[in-house]
């Protein structure tokens, strides 16, 4: 498919039931050390949220709304969160569909108490029939036999079709969660320019998938750092929103940003995977802030259309900046996500994504710092 649709994944951190097991252990071990580096560090200059994909971000906003959590704050009381005394045992689900993908996998977990250990054994909700219906059709989800949040879809499940609805259904020990999304239209990258930052004329075409399988090789799609304005165009389609996702593939490769004002530590803490806050692109079009790069090598741009349930997730959920601002309304001041799930909390919902490949090569390559195996 057009720019390479086949090769973009869903945004998770792996394909396998292996590296989703680990993605699940990491989530809920990191969810408490993660909401104290978000309040430390919440004046980032960068709309880009480092250190996690989209898919475990989510898990891991999802994983704080376990734990009690809003905001980072600690003066929260036990039944403040749902507005009951101790609001445990609510479901909680998380299933993201890509359009032209299999169906994916679905995480089910339950509420604790504030204060009690997040752990599969713990959050997990196994035994739960799970099942996602569509034109008519429903199919039945399978418990992992070693993780018990984790269901998988049957194997011979279709790929997941645009403008089409599907409701996913979990019930549990006398609980019934439900959620419906409408998929986005198929979404195509139609070009890729690089501009110039002071006429903005266009001063090079980046190869797509279309072109060649190999975009990564061809000189075209070779990008000094800092140097011109890098954006995609497109033609917009009824969506919510887009959400944008930049991947480092090579690694080991050393840094190109390089600032005054970050430490051992900060650089420590970048990530290969970043993901943007949720947007509106109205005319199509939209501009890679070079800050958001920091490695060198090749890089794979994904943009993602995303649906209301999506877009409605992201834009209020503290990690991806949704306190009212980026992809917000003038006024908005959310406390907490909006998850359009009803019985539970969590997110279910879809988008469509196109992707482009480019390779960032160092202004000056005599002095670059190592990544030290990030």
Avoid at 216 to 239: K, M, T
Avoid at 240 to 259: I, K, M, T
Avoid at 327 to 342: H, I, L, S, Y
Wanted: hydrophobic share 35%; charged share 20%.
């Amino acid at each position: 498919m057009r720019n390479g649709i086949s090769r973009c994944s869903t945004p998770t951190t792996g394909g396998t039931s292996g590296s989703l097991r680990t993605t699940v252990g990491e989530t809920l071990r990191l969810v408490c050390s993660r909401c104290f580096l978000s309040c430390r560090r919440s004046g980032s200059t960068s709309g880009f949220r480092r250190g996690m994909t989209m898919k475990r971000a989510m898990l891991l906003t999802v994983s704080l709304m376990i734990l009690g959590l809003s905001g980072c704050s600690t003066e929260r009381g036990p039944g403040e969160l749902f507005g009951t005394e101790i609001d445990e045992g609510r479901l909680v689900v998380d299933g993201l569909l890509i359009v032209d993908r299999p169906l994916p996998v679905v995480i089910v977990g339950q509420t604790v108490a504030p204060g009690q250990p997040v752990t599969d054994s713990n959050a997990g909700v196994g035994g739960a029939q799970v099942s996602v219906s569509v034109e008519g059709q429903t199919f039945a989800y399978t418990n992992d036999t070693e993780t018990r949040a984790l269901y998988h879809p049957p194997a011979d499940a279709p790929v997941v079709l645009p403008n089409t609805q599907y409701t996913l259904s979990v019930v549990s020990e006398g609980r019934t969660a439900t959620s419906a999304t409408v998929t986005p239209d198929r979404f195509l990258i139609r070009d890729a320019v690089l501009l110039d930052e002071q006429s903005l004329a266009v001063t090079r075409t980046f190869a797509t998938y279309t072109d060649t399988p190999d975009v990564f090789s061809v000189p075209e799609n070779r990008v000094v750092y800092q140097e011109g304005l890098l954006e995609a165009r497109f033609d917009p389609i009824q969506a919510a929103g887009y959400q944008v996702g930049v991947l480092s593939l090579d690694e080991g490769s050393p840094f190109v940003l390089s600032a005054d004002f970050l430490d051992d530590r900060d650089y420590g803490g970048f990530d290969r995977n970043g993901s943007s806050p949720a947007f509106l692109a109205p005319n199509g079009s939209l501009r890679l802030p070079w800050f958001a790069i920091a490695f060198a090598g090749r890089h794979t741009l994904r943009i993602f259309a995303v649906d209301k349930n999506w877009f409605d997730f992201i834009r209020t959920s503290p990690e991806f900046g949704g306190d009212g601002g980026f992809g917000g309304n003038a006024g908005d001041n959310f406390k907490f996500p909006a998850f359009n799930v009803d019985g539970g909390i969590g997110v279910f919902g879809s988008a469509s994504v196109d992707s482009l490949g480019f390779v960032v090569v160092p202004r000056d390559s005599t002095d670059l710092r190592p990544s030290n195996g990030l």
